[in-house]
């Protein structure tokens, strides 16, 4: 990011000097060009029927092509897109094409949504201002369902979460450790499902309907991205993966059912928990899944996918394994996140175990009292403060949801008021309110809202 002069934070992640956070460089552009500057307007389009806009005003010279590049980088993790519509100077939109064909990080995000979720080429289009496509934005509501008999469950990178409700009422929940990213066999990842759903099912007398949310991006029940699958070769993940919920639909008698992204039933369980719309959730989990509810308590067609949305300028960011990419949010507000900070809180935690069980060694030392583990905390609370100004600059919100595992106990709370802080001494405007549910919420409400998903076809 050599091309702007990155605006350093007034208040300071203490494991993190170097933090740049996107939310300062914004403003700070902001102000540089109150009075002239270029405006830049794009359309992504996911269908001919599914199309946002979003516009950018630059200053004209070469330093701020990068800024372009993060803002639409954000945008199409967002919003999702096979194709940009680019009205703007050529030159940025070659630059942009060039990104997105030659560089590693460019090409992994044109593969994604280009191959992946949208099978489509990708590409970027340059037009006029006058023959930018028109927003088409399709929205829904989500959920809300709790008659009947229902299962739901949440699929997690390290968990796998289900509930069994009757009525509304939580009859039995449930908590299953498991590893699905190292494991190449379909069949094991449909076994290991149906075992959660049997294992609530056997707590009802019928089952009506069935719910869940998983990491990763899903439509019409198909997967097209998901970090679960990961250790799936790409052959069987066409041929078994991307339809195993609809298989698992069929194993059960073809009763409702209904897979959704986790970060948009985490929105869900907010906007149900709070009874408001203007919600943005966030889940700190295994990685980091989010989800929107509009003002008008609709749901967007948008991939909101903020995992691999950047928060952070700064060229010395950590990279996302995935994607290769910096300052993505991933490495900020999950459980890699904790592992990533726990060397330079020189914390000793065991050296070897896997990420959950070294969150649970920073959760106990912060029962203890001691000041490393808080330091921890404490930095991501001043990240997700900077990262939730930034967050509206592209959302339109008033409550922000945070839930998940890294949230649990006295560093949920500590991240909360460090985030809050940040609002309040840089962002005293924006005015949003956090929220957190209780404990039993925290670990379960994810599996609890999906259940509500499908709407049961009376007869």
């Known amino acids: 990011m050599k091309e702007l002069e990155l605006i350093a934070p007034r208040i300071v992640p203490p494991l993190d000097l170097e933090s740049r956070p996107a939310a300062l460089q914004t403003k700070a552009l902001r102000r540089e060009i109150e009075k002239d500057g270029l405006r830049v307007e794009v359309a992504l389009e996911r269908s001919e029927r599914s199309i946002s806009r979003a516009g950018l005003v630059l200053r004209g010279d070469a330093r701020h092509t990068v800024f372009l590049e993060r803002w639409l980088k954000f945008l ?67 959920g809300g369902h709790l008659d009947g008999c229902r299962i739901g469950f949440d699929l997690g990178a390290s968990d796998r979460k289900v509930a069994a409700l009757m009525d509304g009422k939580v009859v039995f929940s449930e908590e299953i450790p498991w590893d699905p ?45 998901a970090s679960l699958f990961r250790g799936v070769p790409d052959d069987l993940f066409q041929k078994r993966v991307k339809g195993l919920f609809l298989e698992l639909k069929k194993a059960w008698n073809n009763i409702p059912l209904e897979v959704v992204n986790d970060g948009e039933v985490t929105a869900l369980a907010g906007a149900m928990a709070l009874k408001k719309n203007g919600v943005l959730g966030i889940s700190l989990g295994s990685s980091q899944a989010a989800g929107y509810v509009t003002p008008e308590g609709q749901i967007t067609s948008w991939l909101n996918e903020l995992a691999f949305a950047p928060v952070d300028y700064s060229p010395n960011a950590p990279l996302d394994e995935w994607s290769g990419d910096y300052g993505c949010g991933v490495q900020y507000f999950s459980q890699q996140a904790v592992g990533r900070l726990i060397p330079k809180a020189d914390l000793p935690v065991t050296a ?46 008033e409550h922000l949801l945070i839930l998940g595992r890294v949230t649990s106990g006295e560093g949920g709370a500590v991240i909360v008021r460090n985030a809050e802080r940040v609002l309040k001494e840089e962002f005293p405007a924006l005015g949003i309110s956090f929220h957190m549910p209780d404990e039993k919420e925290k670990r379960h409400g994810q599996a609890m809202a999906a259940a509500s998903l499908p709407r049961i076809k009376r007869v």
């Open 76 to 142: 199409l993790w967002s919003r999702g897109a096979h194709r940009v519509h680019f009205a703007g100077p050529a030159e940025y939109c070659e630059k942009l094409r060039e990104h997105y064909t030659k560089s590693p990080t460019g090409k992994f995000d044109a593969q994604i949504m280009g191959e992946k979720i949208y099978e489509r080429p990708f590409e970027i289009v340059q037009c006029a201002p006058e023959k930018l496509p028109p927003a088409r934005e399709q929205t829904a509501p989500l």
């Open 181 to 225: 990213g190292s494991h190449s066999n379909p069949q094991w990842h449909f076994d290991q499902i149906m075992d959660s759903l049997k294992r609530a099912a056997a707590h009802l007398p019928r089952v009506d309907a069935i719910g869940g949310s998983a990491a990763g991006v899903y439509v019409d029940n198909e997967v097209k991205v």
């Open 352 to 397: 070897n175990a896997p990420l959950p069980e070294k969150l649970v060694e920073v959760q106990e030392a912060m029962q203890r009292g001691d000041e490393r583990a808080n330091r921890i905390f404490e930095t991501i609370g001043v990240y997700l403060g900077y990262a939730v100004a930034h967050y509206a600059d592209f959302y339109q919100f």
